[in-house]
């Protein structure tokens, strides 16, 4: 589904709307969270996520889980500027909610995201646009964690 969309917010790119917006996510410190806490908790910081996320999705927007801890958020058509507004205020309110374990109200401490962001450029196939997200969310893990970081 998140690939038919993909394709499908590229091929309706028009010269005189803003270009589609990739925001790839990480969960930071992921197999920690798991490896301390165990999967339950870890599934509960993960529909966390998801659900931050849908919360600063533009609408049209679609949300998708690619697996672990891994997200993504396309919007089809955003200005570069409110793109980059849109990844920081998901990243803020990730670090900013105190998390903690509903089976015993302990705390799980901060989690943080490393967000990766490309904006669509004029012909791209989605792999592309993938590819370039992917390698701007390594480049956000590599510069620290906890960081948005924008596709050349």
């Known amino acids: 589904v998140f690939e038919e969309q993909l394709a499908e917010a590229l091929a309706n790119?028009?010269?005189?709307?803003?270009?589609?917006?990739?925001?790839?996510?990480?969960?930071?410190?992921?197999?920690q969270v798991n490896d301390t806490w165990g999967h339950q908790t870890g599934d509960q910081v993960i529909?966390?996520?998801a659900s931050v996320m849908s919360?600063?999705?533009?609408?049209?927007?679609?949300?998708?889980?690619?697996?672990?801890e891994e997200f993504a958020l396309l919007i089809p058509s955003i200005a570069p500027?409110?793109?980059?507004t849109v990844a920081q205020h998901i990243?803020?309110?990730?670090?900013g909610k105190k998390l903690v374990r509903r089976s015993s109200n302990e705390d799980l401490g901060r989690i943080t995201i490393s967000l990766?962001?490309?904006?669509?450029?004029?012909?791209?196939?989605?792999e592309s646009l993938v590819s370039r997200a992917d390698a701007a969310?390594?480049?956000?893990?590599?510069?620290?964690?906890n960081r948005v970081a924008e596709a050349a």
């Open 91 to 95: 990243r803020a309110a990730i670090e």
């Open 47 to 49: 529909r966390f996520v």
């Open 116 to 126: 990766g962001l490309a904006q669509a450029v004029r012909g791209e196939t989605g």
């Open 13 to 31: 790119q028009s010269p005189r709307n803003p270009p589609a917006a990739l925001i790839m996510g990480d969960i930071d410190h992921f197999k």
């Open 137 to 145: 969310l390594y480049a956000s893990k590599r510069g620290g964690r």
């Open 81 to 84: 500027d409110r793109a980059k």
């Open 55 to 68: 919360r600063f999705a533009p609408e049209n927007s679609t949300v998708a889980r690619l697996g672990g």
